[in-house]
C-alpha cells in the first residue's frame, strides 16, 4: 500500500544526499518512491565494476521513468528497484544484473565475474595488458602518421577513430556507458523543438550533445535507433559518437553526442557567406550524397535497410570545415524493413516541418505503407534546400549578383506559416520557388535549377531520386569544370 506522506530513503552512491540530510537518507514527496540501482561503469583503469546507488524519486513522471528505465532498449546494464510501502525500504532491495545470452555480442570477459582461482586473474591481467600495449602501439604509430603528412582536412580525434566500430553504428557499447559521466559542457549553441544543443568537451576534444526535452523521448530513441544501424556511417551524415541517459533520482536527461562542426547549419551559413560556383556544387553534391546513402537498401548479413529522412531542410544541414555538408536530426526518420516488406515508423507525435512539406503530405495523400513514397517527400525538400542554395551562388564576371539569404515561399507565408498557410500556396494554387533568369544564364545554376524544378514535381512518381540526382551531378563536376562561371 502506498504512503501518502513522504517516505524516508536510504541514499548513497552516485546519486548523493540532498544537502542537509542525516545519516546518509533523504525523504520524497508524498506518493515518491525509494529506489536503488545497479549497473556496469569503466573503472579509471578501464575494468567493469558494479556501480550500486540509491535514493529517492519523484511522484511524477519522470520518477515513474526512472523506475521504468531497466526496460530502455539499446542502454548500458542497469537494473533499477523500487518501494514505496515503509520508510528506508530500499534498504532491503537486491537487484541483480541479468547474465548475458549465450551469443550476446560482449563476450564473458567482459562481465565481472568470480575468478576460479588465482591463475586466472593473472591470465585475465595479462590478457588486458597485451590489449592495452597493442592499441596504444597503434595509436603512437598512427600519431607520428599524421606528424609526417598533414590532410587535406582535419580528420576526426585519433582517439574517436581507434574505440569507433567503423560500422556507423558510434562508439562500442560499453564506451558509451560512460561518456554521458565524462562529458563537459561548455556552452549552449542552439535550440529547437526538441530540446538544446550544446558544445561540449570530451577526452579533451569538441562535440557536439543533444539534450532532449523530456516530451522528445521518443525522438531520442528513434535517432538513437538510426544512428546505431549497420553501416550508417558516411562522410555526409553527422557523425555518431554515442546515446545516453543521464541524471538522478530527481531529473533525466536524454543525450545524443556526435561530432561538432563550427560553422553549425546550412541555414545559418548562407546568411552570411555568399557561394562561388565550386562551393555550391561541393555542397550540393555532398548532400545528395548522404541523402542518397541514407535512401540505399543494401542487402547482406550486416547490411543496410533503406532509410527516408522525413525531415530535410537547410537547419538539419551542418557544414563541414572542408566545405561539405553532413545530414543531420534522424528523429522522425522511417525504415524499410525488406525481409517483411514493412515501413518501419516510430511512434512520433512529432511532423515535419511545414515550409519543407511536400503537396502529398500537405494533402494528407502520402501512402505510408509504400516507403518510395517516403522518399520522394525528401525529394521534394531537397529541391527546396537546392533553391537556398542557388540564392547565395554569385554570377557575373566582374559585376557579381547575388541574392540575399531566404527561405522557400518567405514571399508567400509568415515566418512560422501553419499547415492551411502551406497547403493554400503549395497546393492549391500549385506555387514553387521562382527561378531568376541569371541561373538559366550559365551553369551550373542553369542545370540546379532543372534538377530542383523535377525534384519538387507536384506529381512523386516523376520526381528525380537521389541516386539519378547524385549522378548528374557528378557527371557535371567531371565533364564541365571549365565552363562555371
Known amino acids: 500500500m502506498r504512503l501518502s506522506r513522504g517516505l524516508r530513503c536510504e541514499c548513497g552512491g552516485a546519486s548523493a544526499c540532498p544537502d542537509g540530510a542525516?545519516?546518509?537518507?533523504?525523504?520524497?514527496?508524498?506518493?515518491?518512491?525509494?529506489?536503488?540501482?545497479?549497473?556496469?561503469?569503466?573503472?579509471?583503469?578501464?575494468?567493469?565494476?558494479?556501480?550500486?546507488?540509491?535514493?529517492?524519486?519523484?511522484?511524477?513522471?519522470?520518477?515513474?521513468?526512472?523506475?521504468?528505465?531497466?526496460?530502455?532498449?539499446?542502454?548500458?546494464?542497469?537494473?533499477?528497484?523500487?518501494?514505496?510501502?515503509?520508510?528506508l525500504c530500499n534498504r532491503r532491495l537486491q537487484p541483480r544484473l541479468p547474465s548475458p545470452p549465450p551469443d550476446a555480442t560482449e563476450g564473458p570477459a567482459l562481465r565481472p565475474a568470480a575468478p576460479s582461482s588465482p591463475t586466472l586473474l593473472v591470465a585475465?591481467?595479462?590478457?588486458?595488458a597485451l590489449v592495452a600495449f597493442v592499441v596504444a602501439f597503434f595509436l603512437l604509430?598512427?600519431?607520428?602518421?599524421?606528424?609526417?603528412?598533414?590532410?587535406?582536412?582535419?580528420?576526426?580525434?585519433?582517439?574517436?577513430?581507434?574505440?569507433?566500430s567503423g560500422s556507423g553504428s558510434g562508439l562500442p557499447l560499453l564506451v558509451q556507458r560512460t561518456v554521458a559521466k565524462q562529458i563537459q559542457m561548455v556552452e549552449s549553441i542552439g535550440k529547437g523543438r526538441y530540446g538544446e544543443v550544446w558544445l561540449a568537451r570530451w577526452r579533451?576534444?569538441?562535440?557536439?550533445?543533444?539534450?532532449?526535452?523530456?516530451?522528445?523521448?521518443?525522438?531520442?530513441?528513434?535517432?538513437?535507433?538510426?544512428?546505431q544501424t549497420v553501416l550508417m556511417r558516411h562522410e555526409n551524415i553527422l557523425g555518431f559518437i554515442a546515446a545516453d541517459i543521464k541524471g538522478t533520482g530527481s531529473w533525466t536527461q536524454m543525450l545524443l553526442i556526435t561530432d561538432y562542426h563550427e560553422n553549425g547549419s546550412l541555414h545559418d551559413y548562407?546568411?552570411?557567406?555568399?557561394?562561388?560556383?565550386?562551393?555550391?556544387?561541393?555542397?550540393?553534391?555532398?548532400?545528395?550524397?548522404?541523402?542518397?546513402?541514407?535512401?540505399?537498401d543494401i542487402f547482406g548479413t550486416k547490411g543496410k535497410p533503406a532509410i527516408a529522412h522525413r525531415d530535410i531542410k537547410s537547419k538539419n544541414i551542418l557544414v563541414k570545415r572542408n566545405?561539405?555538408?553532413?545530414?543531420?536530426?534522424?528523429?522522425?526518420?522511417?525504415?524499410?524493413?525488406?525481409?517483411?516488406?514493412?515501413?518501419?515508423?516510430?511512434?512520433?507525435?512529432?511532423?515535419?516541418?511545414?515550409?519543407?512539406?511536400?503537396?502529398?503530405?500537405?494533402d494528407e495523400k502520402l501512402d505510408t505503407t509504400n516507403f518510395e513514397a517516403f522518399k520522394m517527400a525528401d525529394m521534394y525538400s531537397l529541391g527546396l534546400v537546392l533553391w537556398e542554395l542557388c540564392r547565395r551562388c554569385a554570377t557575373g564576371d566582374k559585376a557579381q549578383h547575388v541574392d540575399g539569404y531566404a527561405l522557400p515561399y518567405?514571399?508567400?507565408?509568415?515566418?512560422?506559416?501553419?499547415?492551411?498557410?502551406?497547403?493554400?500556396?503549395?497546393v492549391g494554387k500549385g506555387i514553387r520557388p521562382p527561378i531568376p533568369a541569371r541561373w538559366l544564364a550559365g551553369e551550373p545554376l542553369s542545370t540546379l535549377a532543372t534538377l530542383m524544378a523535377e525534384c519538387w514535381h507536384a506529381n512523386p512518381p516523376v520526381r528525380l531520386t537521389a541516386v539519378r540526382v547524385k549522378k548528374t551531378l557528378a557527371k557535371f563536376r567531371s565533364d564541365a569544370p571549365l565552363k562555371l562561371v
Open 22 to 87: 542525516a545519516n546518509g537518507t533523504c525523504v520524497t514527496q508524498p506518493g515518491g518512491y525509494c529506489f536503488v540501482a545497479v549497473e556496469e561503469v569503466l573503472d579509471e583503469n578501464g575494468f567493469v565494476v558494479l556501480d550500486r546507488t540509491s535514493g529517492c524519486l519523484p511522484p511524477d513522471e519522470s520518477g515513474f521513468m526512472q523506475c521504468k528505465s531497466s526496460q530502455v532498449p539499446h542502454q548500458h546494464p542497469k537494473v533499477i528497484e523500487c518501494c514505496y510501502n515503509e520508510d
Open 124 to 128: 585475465v591481467a595479462l590478457c588486458v
Open 141 to 164: 604509430l598512427r600519431r607520428r602518421r599524421r606528424g609526417c603528412k598533414r590532410p587535406p582536412s582535419p580528420p576526426a580525434p585519433a582517439h574517436l577513430q581507434e574505440i569507433s
Open 204 to 227: 579533451g576534444e569538441k562535440v557536439a550533445v543533444k539534450v532532449f526535452f523530456t516530451t522528445e523521448e521518443a525522438s531520442w530513441f528513434r535517432e538513437t535507433e538510426i544512428y
Open 270 to 296: 548562407l546568411q552570411t557567406v555568399v557561394l562561388d560556383t565550386h562551393s555550391l556544387l561541393t555542397m550540393a553534391y555532398s548532400i545528395v550524397s548522404g541523402l542518397a546513402h541514407l535512401h540505399m
Open 323 to 362: 566545405g561539405q555538408c553532413a545530414i543531420a536530426d534522424f528523429g522522425l526518420a522511417v525504415r524499410y524493413v525488406a525481409e517483411r516488406n514493412e515501413v518501419d515508423i516510430a511512434p512520433n507525435t512529432r511532423v515535419g516541418t511545414r515550409r519543407y512539406m511536400a503537396p502529398e503530405v500537405l
Open 410 to 426: 518567405h514571399e508567400h507565408v509568415p515566418p512560422d506559416p501553419s499547415f492551411d498557410d502551406m497547403h493554400a500556396v503549395v
